[in-house]
């Protein structure tokens, strides 16, 4: 029919023969498949729409079975989705929580429409014309957030902490992982995701990337008894991980016992249920009286923060890591005037994801059984309904 040439503006160059129509047809889908796949031996053809939930408002959540599929500009990457967790984040932002939504003290900070999803990965099926790093079939994961680059955070080496604060599932210039596609663009914080690597321990690749930074902010020493307040998906991947740094003791807190048997699993020297015992006597009994050195908050529940406070030694180390609901009140004094506390939070995974790839790979960070429930896209309400913990799911994920 003819020869394609490289290298020129135009597209091709066709020498028709006796099949005109033929060849202007190859012709017409040769121009579409370039342009949306960013250059020659980059070329892949997806469809023009896809199924994606998506979020319109805090009481319109939608499954769109003609979403636009994103289209790959020149520095993009298009993956096609493996699997999405859902995260408390997802579920409070679908509640209406005013750190998503807004309310009388602060503005709406998610845009919509979006589609949500942060805890994704997938195959790379297009890629554009100036990325080098990344081909056709690759398996790659990213960072929840998408630095801007150009802030005082971000050229300081903080780029979690990233001012414009864009990220994955809450914004729509930032679709998430509830949809079939997902464009990664240029300011994306890439890793690779094994071939090898099972779908229950990578979709849970950004969850255990926070919980090793919400760990490795409370600084722990072999001299300290730690007590992580929360067994469900992230305190898992806290526990397993502050295991690795061989505390004195470790202790978890948690009002299930699945979840408490399951922290003894991953490395919990004792488990307590807040519901069943006197917290703050059991802590005291087991420190001469003093309390805990660090205390790590990751259930997002206000009692939850009191009672750290409660149990906490002088000077001791409180870390926060939750997407709290509602407001939290506390008496302040207990953290300056009585206690002297050094107060930390603990936001996202940076520089987390090489490390939690390769503890997983070798078995240092268990991942057996967090992932309790799998649904399709179309079924995303009985995966939201799983993931509140309403039949003691652990991890529920979207798979494709």
Known sequence: MGRVSRGKKKFAQITLTNDQS???LIYTEWIRTYKYAGGLGKMSIIPKTMKALVAYSATDYRLVHDFPTPECGPDDVIIK????????GDLKCKSGAGMFWGDDVQPSWVKPPFIPGHEFFGRVVQVGENVTEYKRGDRITADQI??????????????????????????????????????YPKNAVITRVPDGMPMEQAVLIEPYGCSKHAVD???ITNEDVVVIAGAGTLGLGMITYARMKNPKLLIVLDMQQNRLEKAK?????????PGQCDIDKEIKALTDGYGCDIYIEATGNPASVIQGLTIIRKLGTFVEFSVFSKE????????GDRKELDIRGAHLSPYA?????????????KTDGVVTSTVALEDWERGFELASGIEGDLKVAIKF
């Open 265 to 273: 699993e991953f490395g919990a020297d004792l488990v307590f249920n």
């Open 146 to 183: 998408v630095p801007c680059g150009k802030c005082r955070f971000c050229k300081d080496g903080h780029y979690w902490m990233c001012q414009p604060h864009d990220m994955f599932g809450y914004m729509h210039y930032t679709n998430g992982g509830m949809a079939e596609y997902v464009r």
């Open 353 to 365: 994801f090489p490390f939690v790839i390769e503890n997983m790979c070798n078995g240092n960070l």
């Open 22 to 24: 033929r060849v202007s």
């Open 217 to 219: 902010r409370a600084s």
């Open 328 to 335: 939290t009140t506390v008496d302040w004094s207990i953290i």
């Open 81 to 88: 989705t493996e699997a999405c967790g859902i995260c408390a």
